[in-house]
């Protein structure tokens, strides 16, 4: 009979890990939450902040929709559909604030302006955040002080840039003026913002002036990450410096760029503070983006419900780009 002592060691290993672990290695249970809703407890803080702060207002303006209130007439909203026994009556009027959309002119002109707007912030403030970058990725001595200058900008508030640049663009005494006198004389006394290209173009200039530094920042960290190995290796093949970009640096920082346009497009769309400050939507109504239009239907003229009706025509690009955005991100990481 052969005993445990005589066993070969395989077959004692055999034994040792069948047998019931000491207590010492027993897994720890966790008593109270498990690991499995502890992560949801965690975020659960955050998860209620949005709700409150973003998918709250979201689903009350959806609410409002498809309602009738107007402020000026009465101080609750009303339905524009009724129930009856034999389902919704009326229905047609379900969708009025939404049919009335579509037929409105100054909606209309509003869309196409935030999209010009829209397109040309974020193609000039990418094209001038990249050649800050480039030329501070060169490495100089001041490039701290001159970062720490460039994130400036960025740092005012939206309201603040407007008020600058309104009175920048002051035909009497802005700094435009002051410019121009002695340079240009008779580009002094031009109304930037009595002319609808002009005051385009200003509102476009101040949101660049404002974006493009903190999209530099970005885009330097992408540009430290690109190899120097790739780039000195088509150096020495004779490459110049523009095919070395072309070839080598553009591919590496492609992805930053787009999440960086996808992120200016975002706040773009919502574009309202500059717009209320330097022009309020003129001249006439030639920059007047839909931020700005939905802020004079719910509390200049007080009609909420067509306000929060019209509002869903920006939600929903928006929430598009955010989605592209996150996709990006979670691709990257």
């Known amino acids: 009979m052969i005993t445990s002592t005589e066993l070969p060691m395989t077959s004692k290993f055999q034994q040792e890990s069948s047998a019931s672990p000491p207590a010492t290695m027993k897994p720890n249970k ?20 949005v709700g409150l702060t973003a998918v709250g207002p979201l689903l009350s ?16 909203s009303k339905a524009l559909w009724s129930l009856t026994d034999d389902g919704i009556q009326n229905i047609s009027y379900l969708f009025d604030n939404f049919s009335r959309a579509l037929n ?4 209309r002109n509003s869309m196409w302006v935030t999209t010009v707007f ?3 912030s ?10 800050v970058a480039l030329l501070l990725g060169r490495g100089t001595r001041s490039r701290i002080f001159v970062r720490t200058l460039l994130i400036l900008p960025f740092a005012m508030s939206p309201a603040l840039v407007g008020i600058s640049w309104r009175f920048m663009a002051n035909p009497q005494h802005g700094l435009i003026h002051a410019i121009f006198k002695d340079i240009w004389p008779s580009l002094a006394s ?12 200003v ?14 920042m970005l885009m330097l960290g992408a540009l430290a990450s690109v190899p120097k190995e790739a780039q000195e290796a088509a150096e020495v093949d004779g490459a110049s410096t523009w095919q070395v970009f072309r070839d080598v640096t553009l591919p590496s920082i492609l992805p930053v760029l787009m999440v960086c346009a996808i992120l200016k497009a975002i706040f773009s769309l919502k574009m309202f503070d500059q717009v209320f400050m330097i022009t ?9 983006t839909m931020a700005h239009y939905i802020y004079f239907q719910g509390f200049k003229y007080y009609d909420m419900g067509y306000a929060s009706a019209v509002s869903y025509f920006l939600v929903l690009p928006m929430l598009a780009l955010s989605y592209l955005y996150i996709r990006l991100i979670f691709k990257r990481v």
Do not use: C
């Open 30 to 49: 966790r008593r109270g939450v498990s690991d499995r809703y502890l992560k949801y407890l965690l975020i659960l803080p955050a998860l209620i902040l």
């Open 61 to 76: 303006a959806l609410y409002l929709a498809f309602r009738e209130w107007n402020l000026s007439k009465s101080s609750s």
């Open 104 to 107: 409105d002119d100054a909606l």
């Open 118 to 120: 829209t397109l040309v």
């Open 122 to 131: 974020v193609f000039v403030t990418v094209i001038v955040a990249l050649g």
């Open 190 to 201: 031009v109304d930037w913002l009595a002319d609808p290209v002009l005051a385009f173009a």
């Open 203 to 216: 509102l476009v200039a101040s949101d660049v002036w404002h974006w493009a530094p903190y999209m530099a």
């Open 280 to 288: 309020n939507g003129g001249p006439g109504q030639a920059t007047q």
